[in-house]
C-alpha cells in the first residue's frame, strides 16, 4: 500500500501548525519581552547548556541549534550582548573561541518567556482545534510529546 499521498498530505498538516505556532509564539515574545523568537531560542539553548563533548558550545552548535548560519548567529550573539543579556570573554581553553554567559536579566526573561511560550502554544492549539485542524496531530500537541 503506497502511503506517500497520506505522508505529505501530514507532513503539510504538520508544516501549517508549526508556522500558525512559530508565529504566536514570536509576537507574544516580542509584545512582552522585546524578543524575536531566535533570540529566545539562543537564550535557550544557551541556559540548556547544549555543548560539545568538552562542555563547551562553539559558534556553530549555536547556530545549529537556532537554524541560523554562522554569519547570522555571530550578529544575533551581538545584538544578545548589547542587550545586557548575555556576556561573552576570551574562552581560556581556547584563545580563538568565546565563553557565553547568560546575564540575571537573560534568565528572568526566560523564566517568562517559558510561562508566554506554553500559554502562545496552548492558545495556538484552541484556535486549530475550533478550526477543525488535524486531530492527530494537535492530541500529540496536548499530550507532553507524545506522552513523554
Known amino acids: 500500500m503506497n502511503q506517500g499521498p497520506a505522508l505529505i498530505t501530514r507532513w503539510k498538516a504538520l508544516h ?25 531560542q539562543a537564550l535557550t539553548v544557551l541556559q540548556e547548556g547544549t555543548a560539545t563533548a568538552h562542555g563547551w558550545l562553539y559558534l556553530q552548535d549555536l547556530a545549529a541549534e537556532v537554524g541560523l548560519s554562522q554569519s547570522a548567529t555571530s550578529r544575533l550573539v551581538a545584538r544578545l550582548e548589547s542587550r545586557a543579556l548575555i556576556t561573552t570573554s576570551t574562552a581560556a581553553h581556547d584563545r580563538r573561541s568565546v565563553d557565553v554567559h547568560l546575564t540575571p536579566l537573560a534568565r528572568e526573561a526566560l523564566h517568562r518567556g517559558a510561562s508566554l511560550v506554553h500559554e502562545a502554544v496552548r492558545h495556538a492549539v484552541e484556535i486549530l482545534t475550533a478550526e477543525g485542524a488535524d486531530r492527530d496531530l494537535l492530541r500529540y500537541l496536548r499530550s507532553d510529546g507524545g506522552g513523554r
Do not use: Q
Open 16 to 40: 501549517h501548525l508549526h508556522g500558525r505556532i512559530e508565529n504566536v509564539m514570536a509576537r507574544r515574545l516580542h509584545d512582552d519581552l522585546g524578543l524575536s523568537l531566535r533570540e529566545f
